[in-house]
Structures are given as structure tokens and as C-alpha cells.
């Protein structure tokens, strides 16, 4: 473990180093004050795999300092409900929750050692997925199951995606009633009122809700069980086909809206209906969370480039006043900027 010193307050105009740890890929990003980017890297990072040197030799390259370094840490747990200045505690306290993130974890923790031990004196800030789902009330963030399983493994819904959400639901401007819909590899909704995550559709890990790229979204779990019991999955086996073997790839052969768009086949028709369906009847709960809808927003790549799943998902919200004539429901699509969001907390944080 890296020793770190502790950060002093900042000026918030400041140039923001964003550290954004993907399934696949670490991107690195400089932001001036003015949020414009003065440099970008792309590192390839497969499963929890970060080189420190590698990332050494790409900051050696930087056209000028930073001075705080914004990461993307997938969980938080209950612990973290906010941005938060890494030091040795709160390191050691991101690694307890690596059981809740096997996946995403050790590569954050990867990535923020790497950084330390490139730029041994900027302060580093960890800016958390789960933080915005912070604020669900008891009654969507519970699970219906045993007390015990709960209070001892903290079994709960704790939501994803929440720098891309908290990013889109501001881009929705004043409306206080506002779904954001993430829609990338991975996907997921949220209910946003008066700027907080009421509701959403990833739980307990990134699994649960929408059709996904290579994941299958919400399942009977007694299918699962079935499978198991009947066929004799082992638990590995079963993660890596509801993980990657499924969703829109499962239905179709391919992860790739895009390509799927432009077929005609059965199996395209199927998939994309199958994943239509699961977002028209995600975006109506959000919007029973919120007893309203003032707008509806669409970010992530397939949510920003994909007009043809837009207008299949808002045909279907008719009786929700989407896409009527004289509604005063607004539907935008915004282009998903985590780093502008981490870059925002960062600074936020630093300059209390």
C-alpha cells in the first residue's frame, strides 16, 4: 500500500486529473478550470489488471500539472455517500468492500496506487458510483428477505451508474421530475426529484433491470436455482454466463446495437424487442416513483447515438404524456461526461 498525505484545501478553479477505471480500459483525462480537456489517454486494463508503469509513462506526458486527482470508484457501500479525500483509511476501507465488487474494485485500487505513485503529491479524491443512490428511501432500497441476511451481509439495493445519472438529471435543467436513462454496455434508469436518486433499477450488484449488452438484467431467481439444482452449475459458471454470455448477445449474437439495428433476422427482431419492452416498463416504474414526469432523459452510448431506440422506447409512454403533441414532457439526449461530474465532486470536495 501506498502511504498518502493528507490533502490541504484548494482553490477550486483547478486543473482536474479524471481516472475512470472501465471493465476493459483505464482512460485518463486532464479538465482545465474551465472543464475543457488539454489531454486524454486510453490505457487497455482487461479484468483487474492496471500497470502502474504503464501509467507512470502516460503522465509523464502531461502538458501541464494537476492539481487533484478525481478517481471513479465503482463501490462505496454504505460507508462512503459521498465524495471523499483517499488516504491510507480510507483505502484500506475501500478494500473491505472488494467482496461487493469482485470485478470493478481491485482495478480502482489499482488505478488510484498507479496515480499516487506517479504524482506522489497531488491529493486524490475517490468519487463513487453508488454515492448518488445514497439517497433512496428505505422502501426501494430493501430487499424483501430474511432480517438476518440483511443486517449481516448488507444485503440492499445500491444502485450504479450514479455519476452518469447525476450528471443527466442537471442537464434536465430545472425540471424537478426527471428519469435518466443510462444506456451503454451497461444500462440502467433512475428516478431523480428535486436532484436525488429516488429509484433505480440496478441493486444490489450491476445485474439487476434492463437487457444489457452481455448481461441478462433482472432474472426469476428461481430460474437460477432451477438451473442449478437440474444442471449442476457451479456459481462461477453461472456468473460468467449471466455476466457475459447473455443480454442482447445471448438473444442475438452480438453486444453490438449498432449491428443489431441494422439486421433484420428473427433473432434481431427478438432482441431488440425483448430490450424495448424491459426499458418502456423500467422508465413507467421510475416514473410511478416520482408520480409524475417532467423529463426524460437518454445518455450513454446507445442512449446518445441510437434515435431509433429512443423513439421505440418513448412510443410506448404515450399515456405518460411522452412525445405527445403539446406535452410539456421534455425528452433529451445528452452525451454521458462522468469526467466532467468527477471533476466537478473533486473540486467541490477539495475546496470546502
Not at 138 to 157: D, K, M
Not at 220 to 249: V, Y
Not at 335 to 352: F, K, N, T
Request: charged residues 20%; negative net charge; contains cysteine.
Amino acid at each position: 500500500m501506498t502511504s498518502r498525505r493528507t490533502a490541504s484545501p484548494v482553490n477550486v478553479d483547478v486543473r482536474v486529473l479524471v481516472v475512470n477505471a472501465g471493465s476493459s480500459t483505464l482512460k485518463l483525462s486532464l479538465l482545465d478550470a474551465n472543464d475543457s480537456e488539454l489531454w486524454a489517454r486510453e490505457l487497455a486494463a482487461p479484468r483487474a489488471v492496471v500497470e502502474a508503469d504503464a501509467v507512470a509513462t502516460a503522465l509523464a506526458a502531461l502538458p501541464a500539472s494537476a492539481e487533484v486527482a478525481g478517481h471513479r470508484v465503482v463501490h462505496g457501500g454504505e460507508r462512503f455517500r459521498e465524495a471523499v479525500v483517499v488516504d491510507d483509511g480510507v483505502e484500506a476501507e475501500l478494500r473491505e468492500l472488494t467482496a461487493l465488487a469482485p470485478l470493478h474494485q481491485p482495478k480502482s485500487l489499482a488505478a488510484l496506487n498507479a496515480v499516487t505513485r506517479a504524482l506522489p503529491n497531488v491529493p486524490e479524491v475517490a468519487c463513487f458510483d453508488t454515492a448518488f443512490h445514497a439517497t433512496l428511501p428505505a422502501e426501494a432500497a430493501t430487499y424483501a428477505l430474511p432480517r438476518a441476511w440483511r443486517a449481516r451481509y448488507g444485503v440492499r439495493r445500491y444502485g450504479f451508474h450514479g455519476l452518469s445519472h447525476a450528471y443527466a438529471a442537471r442537464a434536465a435543467g430545472a425540471a424537478r421530475r426527471v428519469v435518466t436513462c443510462h444506456l451503454g454496455a451497461g444500462a440502467s434508469l433512475c428516478a431523480v426529484l428535486d436532484g436525488r436518486s429516488v429509484d433505480t433499477t440496478m441493486g444490489f450488484t450491476p445485474l439487476e433491470g434492463l437487457v444489457m449488452a452481455t448481461r441478462s438484467g433482472s432474472v426469476d431467481p428461481g430460474l437460477l436455482l432451477w438451473l442449478q439444482q437440474h444442471e449442476g452449475f457451479t456459481a462461477d459458471e453461472m456468473a460468467e454466463a449471466l455476466d457475459h454470455e447473455s443480454g442482447l448477445l445471448g438473444l442475438a449474437g452480438t453486444a453490438d446495437m449498432r449491428q443489431l439495428l441494422a439486421r433484420e433476422d428473427a433473432d434481431a427482431q427478438l432482441a431488440l424487442g425483448v430490450y424495448i419492452h424491459r426499458l418502456r416498463a423500467g422508465i413507467a416504474a421510475m416514473v410511478a416513483s416520482l408520480d409524475g414526469l417532467d423529463a426524460l432523459v437518454f445518455t450513454g452510448g446507445v442512449g446518445e447515438r441510437a434515435a431509433r431506440v429512443r423513439e421505440l422506447a418513448c412510443a410506448g409512454l404515450s399515456h405518460l404524456g411522452v412525445g405527445t403533441p403539446g406535452s410539456a414532457v421534455r425528452v433529451l439526449a445528452v452525451r454521458a461526461r462522468e469526467d466532467l461530474e468527477i471533476a466537478r465532486q473533486a473540486r467541490a470536495l477539495l475546496s470546502e
